[in-house]
Nanobody
Framework: QVQLVESGGGLVQPGGSLRLSCVAS????????MSWYRQAPGKQRDLVAA???????NYADSVKGRFTISRDNAKNTVYLQMNSLKPEDTAVYYC??????????????WGQGTQVTVSS
């Protein structure tokens, strides 16, 4: 039922900025934890940032101070503002929705990803 569509990726120079967006269908967005993951070729998919339904955020150490996750429940959208981008940030970025009931994970949904390339 839930579908996630990412956008905003592209080619940017080191030190530049991008803002990724993820729009969710369905009615469970506002009560779900949203997160961004990234995966480079040949590497595992790693958590970049997460935000709970209550607005609590968590970031990977590698992006702290550079990336900011936020959400707009009225638009069913989660954002990832990426500043001071580095070549090692190059990856496909995926949006993830987690729906929990009484602390139990009952549903997980992934977007198809958007490519971010940081290069001169």
């Amino acid at each position: 039922q839930v579908q996630l569509v990412e956008s905003g990726g592209g080619l940017v120079q080191p030190g530049g900025s991008l803002r990724l967006s993820c729009v969710a269908s369905g009615s469970i967005f506002s009560i779900s934890t949203m997160s961004w993951y990234r995966q480079a070729p040949g590497k595992q998919r790693d958590l970049v940032a997460a935000i709970t339904s209550g607005g609590i955020t968590n970031y990977a150490d590698s992006v702290k101070g550079r990336f900011t996750i936020s959400r707009d429940n009225a638009k069913n959208t989660v954002y990832l503002q990426m500043n001071s981008l580095k070549p090692e940030d190059t990856a496909v970025y995926y949006c993830k929705l987690e729906w929990k009931n009484f602390g139990v994970l009952v549903a997980t949904h992934w977007g198809q990803g958007t490519q971010v390339t940081v290069s001169s």
